[in-house]
């Protein structure tokens, strides 16, 4: 089993729409959780920080649910510029080190 | 600009041949890591460092080696280079406290071809 396991996708979705996808993780001693965006051939960025309690920022809301090791990200009003593909972090044993996952691939139709 | 940059972007070079992958970061950043990715798999620790001259071995250092004389700069080396080796390669860089728990700014990319 994969450390950090996602649905590679793509989900093909309207704009509009409401979209959310789950990564799973196996390390349960993991503390912290990110995740990051990547656009077709960029670097990644940090779209959100995961916490405990759950976190919104604008129509972006991610929450983590230890009992069953897994974080999801919600897309509510889904925009065209929301394609992309979406990576969960997930800090490794070591809190210098990060296990990433191979990131689900999001495309938003007009 | 707060940046990375790496240079070259994009390389293709034979088996055997010796090359060096720059990354330089102009945010006076402590932490500094290499990463791979490839198709299907997540990004994949090289090496990392802390701080100037204290570098360790991230997941898949094989095959690589890295230096960190001066804080801004981070090269990857590559002494000899294989095919399996081909893959795109991010830089990246954030502040100390957390480490890689901060939020890590990454290269451009350099996406290396070896024939």
């Known amino acids: 089993r994969k450390e950090v396991e996602q649905d590679p996708g793509p989900f093909n979705v309207p704009e509009g729409a409401t979209v959310a996808f789950n990564c799973t993780y196996s390390?349960?001693?993991?503390?912290?959780f990110f995740w990051y965006r990547q656009d077709c051939r960029k670097e990644p960025k940090l779209l959100m920080s995961?916490?405990?309690?759950?976190n919104e920022d604008g129509r972006f809301t991610a929450q983590l649910n230890r009992a069953s090791q897994y974080i999801s990200l919600l897309i509510r009003d889904s925009k065209l510029s929301d394609s992309a593909t979406y990576l969960c972090v997930v800090n490794s044993h070591s809190n210098y080190q990060l296990i990433w996952g191979a990131g689900t691939k999001l495309i938003i139709k007009p | 600009e707060a940046q990375v940059t790496q240079n070259p972007r994009y390389l293709i070079t034979v088996t055997g041949k010796k090359l060096t992958v720059t990354c330089s970061q102009n945010?006076?950043?402590?932490?500094m890591s290499w990463y791979r990715q490839d198709p299907g798999l997540g990004l994949r620790q090289i090496y990392y460092s802390m701080n100037v001259e204290v570098t360790d071995k991230g997941d898949v250092p094989e095959g690589y080696k890295v230096s960190r004389k001066e804080k801004r700069n981070f090269p990857l080396i590559l002494e000899s280079p294989s095919p399996n080796q081909t893959s795109l390669y991010f830089c990246?860089?954030?502040?100390?406290?957390?480490?890689?728990?901060?939020?890590?700014?990454f290269g451009p990319g350099t996406r290396l071809t070896v024939l």
């Open positions: 990246a860089s954030s502040t100390t406290s957390g480490g890689p728990l901060n939020e890590q700014f």
């Open positions: 945010m006076n950043h402590e932490y």
């Open positions: 390390n349960s001693a993991s503390q912290s």
């Open positions: 995961v916490y405990s309690s759950g």
